[in-house]
């Protein structure tokens, strides 16, 4: 009986094969002949692997049958090695047919998508990096773009107008994002303590930015080439922020920055957002003209690949700068899976003697995931993450979620998980940890690949081989047996460049610095919007001392607030950590705890005392440093 039921099991199967296939492929064909830039649209690219399977399927079949028929008429005619020869084609071409398993593979993509993830909920693997080591600082704010927004019916309104993005909303959160990262509530002096961390983890003492030291900014402008203004790039407004905050609140010269993608075209849209405000700053791509300079390749292949296959030169402004952020988008990739931080550095690849007008990234694309499955395969992106002229010198990564776009390509789309709920992500995400940022990113785009609309597309698809190249950036362990990471080429090979880890659920995004448990990824998630709500009616002045504090800290209540005012303690999702009766008492000692006793995680809280009078109530922010 079980045997009838996997014949059925089979025959079902392949009828689905021959139905889907055929399906598939008259509809690629009459969407993509009469205008063939379809082929990029997403109902096409869902098309084609199960027009191509089909394709597969029946011609390692047919193959099969014409070989075998060949073979029998010329053994009858006693042609035995011409003979032998069909009999050998046909059964390298049966061989195809078993092995290739299109069916199979349909079959899961259609009934049997596996949702896990590849490693173990909050099981971190690596070494945490950065002045709070695996912190990772997560800005949502959806008032950062027009909800209104549709790309098909926007004109010459586009995504990168100011119509359609609020510059002081980009600019506020930014600035959030980096006092919270380094645990300040003063952003010159988060500033200080970045650079501090950075210059003392390298070497260079315990020392602050310094005057004439050079920035490199690398960021993302793939789809400049395709002079597509519907397609999205790194968002004009927070290029705008950052330079600012270079310029303003560290202190840099215009003329010390150096900001693009080295190899692509710069958009002449930014020429009038970007350039006009920051006029002194050096603008780079692969062409040069109207203002931007031509990037120049280093004079030698400084870049080694470690399966020794491919050198690259890198740009010389990374050389001459003391420091490098690295600015990607928050994207999906047919051919990556998703393409972050590692990725972003395809646009630094050039090999010796290509010209920068005309490089293409597409020489690497063979160690990608959609081209090697499995895990402990050779990944030049750990490559790219490690290398002492790009890695090396990440002082900060950013992660441009402003808008999000799908594919390599950047179509602009809204995300459907929470906090999203089917508006653009209006989000940026910054640290100092490369693992932990894209770990985090890749726990974003995977979640929102579960959507009825986008089930089984990448990152889903590929999730094995990106989770493979985090955590061979995280660990030796994971590498390939006859590979050794040393993308300098001198014999020193990689330690670990940061922690990898995936949250306990979509639902609390919790990781093990979260939960007490591990030594992985700190996520501060902060929705401007909540940590409004606590502050707006509040007189900020401090009231706490010291502040930053370690062990505690002294609120010192000012006059007239009645007896039964209270001390309440906000944590910048705008949930209340602590509270207590301040009993008429004038001084009040906190911990740095919990309502439960519990000691709270490093970073920035909000107080707020008040009585039962309306006009009395006072807050402020309030820093825990590490213990």
Known sequence: MRNHRDHLKRKSSIFFLILIGIASTIWFLIRVIPKPSRAAYPCMRAAAPFMSAFIIYLLSLGTTVITLKKFKQHFAKAKYLSGSVFLLVAILSFSFYLLQDSKQSIARSVFELDETFPVPSNDPVGEAKGLFPGRVVWIYDADATDENYDPASAGNDWWYSHNNVDQDVVEQMLSAAIMQYAGKDDISAAWEAIFKSFNSSHGRGETGYTEGEKIAVKINLTNQCCSSSERMDATPQLLNALLYELTVNVGVQESDITLGDPYRDFRAEYVDIVMSEFPDVN?????????????????????????KVKKSTLPQ??????????????????????????????????????????????????SLPSNVAGQKKYRHLVDFMGHEQTGGKGLLYIV????????????????????????????????????????????????????????????????????????QCASADYWPENISYDPEGDGSVLKSLGVFEHWNNASDKKYSRNLGTGDGIELIYIDMAALAINTVEADHVNLASPNPFTNNTTFTLPEGLDPDAKLAIYDLSGSMVYQMNCNQSRVIIWYGDDSQGRLLIPGLYIYKISDQKISNHYSGKVSILNR
């Open 283 to 307: 603008y780079i791509d692969g062409k040069g003209g109207n203002g931007v300079i031509q990037t120049a390749p280093s004079a030698n292949e400084v870049l080694v690949f470690s399966d």
């Open 400 to 471: 441009d979620g402003i808008w999000a776009g799908e594919d390599w390509s950047g179509w602009i789309k809204r995300f459907k998980s929470a906090p999203f709920n089917n508006d653009y992500p209006n989000s940026i995400l910054v640290g100092q940890d490369p693992v932990a940022l894209e770990s985090v990113c890749f726990d974003i785009l995977f979640e929102e690949c579960l959507s009825d609309e986008t089930k089984g597309m990448y990152p889903i698809s590929y999730k094995n081989e990106v989770a493979d190249y985090l955590l």
């Open 317 to 366: 402004c990374y050389l001459d700068a003391t420091y490098l952020i690295n600015m990607p988008c928050l994207k999906t990739h047919n051919a990556g899976g998703i393409t972050i931080i590692a990725k972003n550095h395809m646009g630094s690849f050039l090999e010796k003697g290509s010209n920068p007008a005309s490089q293409s990234a597409a020489a690497m694309h063979y």
